[in-house]
Structures are given as C-alpha cells and as structure tokens.
C-alpha cells in the first residue's frame, strides 16, 4: 500500500517547478531540435521563445541565464536537464534557415558563450543550423556523439507515445524515472521519500502544457495512471462539507465501489502490494467483526476524501444513506479508510461524526471543532475521477483531461 500515495500530490508539484505556463509563439509540432537532446536526458522544454524555456527550465543562479542570447532570445528552443553523473542543463536554439551556413546572431553567441568560458558548438538539424549550450563540455561531447550516430531523445523507450501527446502550445516533458533526481533539491525530505518513489511507476513520461498534466504510458496494469484512466468520473459533493482553510485536500468520487474494488487490487496485483493488502483488510476484519469490504457494500460509498486543516487530518466518506446524526463517538471501524483506499488517508480515526450522509473520522479534539465551509468552495469540480488541492494548486482529473491551476485566481 506504500505505492498508493496519490499521482496527483507530485504532479502539482512538478507544475510549482516549472513555472506557470508561457504565452508565446507556438510549437506547433515537434521541432528538429529534438534531435540535438541526448537520449537518456531526464527533463526537455519545447518553447516557441528561448526566454520563456530559460524562465521556466534554469535555476536562477544558472550561469546560462547571464549569457546574452540577442535576437536568438526569442528564437525556437528546447532546453534540458541532462544526467553526467550530476545534472546539467542544455540549451539548443534555433539559429537559421540554413545548416551550412552560421548566421550572424548565431556567430554573436557563441563569441559570447566563449567569453563566459561555456561550451557550445554550431550543428545542423534537418536543413537548420542550431547552436547547443553547456556550462558542462561533457554534455556538448554528448549531444555531439548523438548526432553523429543519429540518435536522440526521439528514440527512448515509447517517446513517440509523447509526440502524439504534445499539445500546440510550449511544454515540458520529464522522464518519470529521472523525477527523483530532476526535483532532488525542490521537494522536502519528507515529500521525496513518500511520492517520488510512487511517480517512477504512475506512467512513464508526464507532459506539461499550460496547466495541463499529460501522463503517457505503454498499455499495462502497473501504471497508476492507467487504472485511473479506467474509471469513469463521478459526482463530487465534497464542496458542501468540506472545512475552509485547508491545507491539503484529496477526493476520490467512486461511481461503483465494485468498479473502483476491481481496477485498483488489479493495479497492486501487477505492482506485487495485492497480497499484503488483502492481508491488512482480513487482519482489521477479525479484529472488528465485518471485513473492510463488507463495511464498504454495506454503507454505499459514494465518494471518499481526506482534507488536513491545522495539521491534522480527517476521512471522510459519502455513503449513499442518511444516519442518525449523534454527534461525536467511537469509530468502530477504524483504519478501515486507509487500509482500503492507501496511504493519504488518516490512521488516527478512532472517532467519527456523522453529518448527513458523511462519515468524517478522526481524532476525538479535531472532530469536535469540525464545521463546514460557511462559503462554497471555489472552482471545486461538481464531477471528477479524483480531484485535489495541495499547496496553493488544485488538480482535477475529469474524463476530458487533467488541469491544475491556482487557488488563489
């Protein structure tokens, strides 16, 4: 259950990284320069405008943003994070008509990527001359080497699955196997350890596009994204019983619980974790009297969330059933939550509260100063296949695709 940390808390994260989406010219289709980024780089940026690639690619500090790039500045770019052992940037920017011959803005470049001690190189892609930029000789040995061979990133493992994906418009696309080391130092401790090793196996590459997350990955169980895909979008009712100020918010709309049962212990089955989850849910069904699973027929779920306010978390679920509201009492199914739906659910729910057709579990002290938004929550989505909310960025996954955008707009 370790894998079951939700895609989505990452993805937010990968779009905090990489900046708000530029308007620019667009990419159109994916350009030759393509075929100057090695193949096993981690993270490439397609940018109508070299400017808006080094806003959203380069750390502030990067020597590569104090080069003076002239008229190329708002030339065709990609720019990516190459693995030499420790990453290093590249950035490939279109620099003529012409392969064989250099133009004068192209010239004026490398003078001064000269002068700044970078190593670059002129090189031609498919009829169009392109200059590369390194603060690292090694990279520029490499892309050097690619070309030679006439291989790039155009052939990793299933990129062509990618260039199908990429949208018209500027985008960043990492390597989910690179992210950990991509977002090493960006993400806390805490956040690396629980949802990065996760990310390796929710799909295979993940696309980034003006607050869209495309995730692309060969057909297969093992991949999370894949078993979300497979379920079809449900009503949300979380907005009318959800606290206000909260920090964290995941919500998990469930058309059929038979449905939802079926595609996730598929997904653990291929990922090896069924075994020690059915394990878990026949441990809490002796140890109650009613299996998990029963408990989950038994009261309809419709929905399941956890939202953390003040540090403290709390499940809630929509049953498809009204109960007597007594207020706060002894959770006889504790743990229930977590071990059927994974790791962000609260462990700590020894208590529960009904509230109309809510369950809301958690601790005895948080439960009595539960309130409900007085305000509806804004933007929330009225129907998704799961939805969430996570520093200042909230992510929907609907059946048209998946958006983030900011809370605060």
């Given at each position: 259950?370790?894998?079951?940390?939700?895609?989505?808390?990452?993805?937010?994260?990968?779009?905090?990284?990489?900046?708000?989406?530029?308007?620019?010219?667009?990419?159109?289709?994916?350009?030759?320069?393509?075929?100057?980024?090695?193949?096993?780089?981690?993270?490439?940026?397609?940018?109508?405008?070299?400017?808006?690639?080094?806003?959203?690619?380069?750390?502030?500090?990067?020597?590569?943003?104090?080069?003076?790039?002239?008229?190329?500045?708002?030339?065709?770019?990609?720019?990516?994070?190459?693995?030499?052992?420790?990453?290093?940037?590249?950035?490939?920017?279109?620099?003529?008509?012409?392969?064989?011959?250099?133009?004068e803005a192209a010239k004026a470049l490398?003078?001064?990527?000269?002068?700044?001690?970078?190593?670059?190189?002129?090189?031609?892609?498919?009829?169009?001359?392109?200059?590369?930029?390194?603060?690292?000789?090694?990279?520029?040995?490499?892309?050097?080497?690619?070309?030679?061979?006439?291989?790039?990133?155009?052939?990793?493992?299933?990129?062509?699955?990618?260039?199908?994906?990429?949208?018209?418009?500027?985008?960043?696309?990492?390597?989910?196997?690179?992210?950990?080391?991509?977002?090493?130092?960006?993400?806390?401790?805490?956040?690396?350890?629980?949802?990065?090793?996760?990310?390796?196996?929710?799909?295979?590459?993940?696309?980034?596009?003006?607050?869209?997350?495309?995730?692309?990955?060969?057909?297969?169980?093992?991949?999370?994204c894949n078993f979300c895909a497979s379920?079809?979008?449900?009503?949300?009712?979380?907005?009318?019983?959800?606290?206000?100020?909260?920090?964290?918010?995941?919500?998990?709309?469930?058309?059929?619980?038979?449905?939802?049962?079926?595609?996730?212990?598929?997904?653990?089955?291929?990922?090896?974790?069924?075994?020690?989850?059915?394990?878990?849910?026949?441990?809490?069904?002796?140890?109650?009297?009613?299996?998990?699973?029963?408990?989950?027929?038994?009261?309809?779920?419709?929905?399941?969330?956890?939202?953390?306010?003040?540090?403290?978390?709390?499940?809630?679920?929509?049953?498809?059933?009204?109960?007597?509201?007594?207020?706060?009492?002894?959770?006889?199914?504790?743990?229930?939550?977590?071990?059927?739906?994974?790791?962000?659910?609260?462990?700590?729910?020894?208590?529960?509260?009904?509230?109309?057709?809510?369950?809301?579990?958690?601790?005895?002290?948080?439960?009595?100063?539960?309130?409900?938004?007085?305000?509806?929550?804004?933007?929330?989505?009225?129907?998704?296949?799961?939805?969430?909310?996570?520093?200042?960025?909230?992510?929907?996954?609907?059946?048209?695709?998946?958006?983030?955008?900011?809370?605060?707009?």
């Amino acid at each position: 259950m370790r894998a079951s940390r939700s895609i989505p808390v990452i993805l937010i994260a990968l779009a905090v990284s990489c900046g708000r989406p530029s308007r620019g010219p667009s990419v159109q289709e994916p350009p030759e320069l393509l075929r100057a980024v090695p193949s096993d780089a981690l993270c490439v940026g397609l940018f109508g405008r070299l400017d808006k690639g080094l806003d959203r690619m380069l750390d502030s500090l990067d020597i590569l943003r104090t080069l003076d790039y002239g008229k190329l500045s708002h030339a065709r770019a990609a720019v990516a994070l190459c693995d030499i052992g420790a990453l290093s940037p590249l950035v490939v920017v279109e620099s003529g008509k012409h392969a064989s011959d250099t133009s004068e803005a192209a010239k004026a470049l490398l003078a001064a990527a000269d002068t700044l001690r970078l190593s670059s190189a002129y090189v031609g892609l498919g009829g169009r001359g392109a200059v590369v930029l390194s603060p690292s000789e090694t990279v520029i040995t490499v892309v050097r080497r690619h070309l030679d061979s006439e291989t790039s990133i155009l052939d990793a493992p299933d990129f062509g699955k990618v260039l199908e994906a990429l949208p018209g418009s500027d985008a960043v696309i990492c390597r989910n196997s690179g992210i950990p080391k991509v977002f090493a130092r960006s993400l806390t401790p805490a956040f690396r350890s629980r949802a990065l090793p996760f990310m390796r196996d929710a799909s295979e590459w993940t696309v980034l596009s003006e607050g869209r997350v495309i995730p692309v990955q060969p057909a297969g169980e093992k991949y999370f994204c894949n078993f979300c895909a497979s379920l079809p979008e449900a009503p949300s009712r979380l907005a009318r019983i959800m606290p206000d100020s909260t920090s964290f918010v995941l919500d998990i709309p469930v058309a059929s619980a038979a449905e939802y049962r079926r595609a996730y212990e598929g997904w653990l089955d291929a990922r090896v974790a069924l075994e020690p989850y059915q394990a878990r849910l026949t441990a809490l069904g002796k140890a109650s009297g009613i299996h998990p699973r029963t408990w989950e027929q038994g009261v309809d779920v419709r929905e399941v969330a956890v939202v953390e306010k003040d540090g403290v978390r709390l499940n809630l679920v929509r049953t498809g059933g009204t109960s007597k509201e007594e207020g706060v009492c002894v959770n006889p199914h504790t743990g229930f939550v977590r071990a059927l739906y994974g790791e962000p659910f609260n462990p700590a729910d020894s208590c529960m509260l009904r509230v109309g057709n809510w369950i809301v579990s958690g601790p005895r002290a948080a439960l009595l100063n539960y309130h409900p938004a007085t305000e509806k929550i804004r933007s929330w989505p009225s129907k998704s296949r799961l939805a969430l909310e996570l520093e200042g960025r909230r992510l929907a996954w609907t059946n048209e695709n998946i958006k983030i955008w900011d809370t605060n707009r």
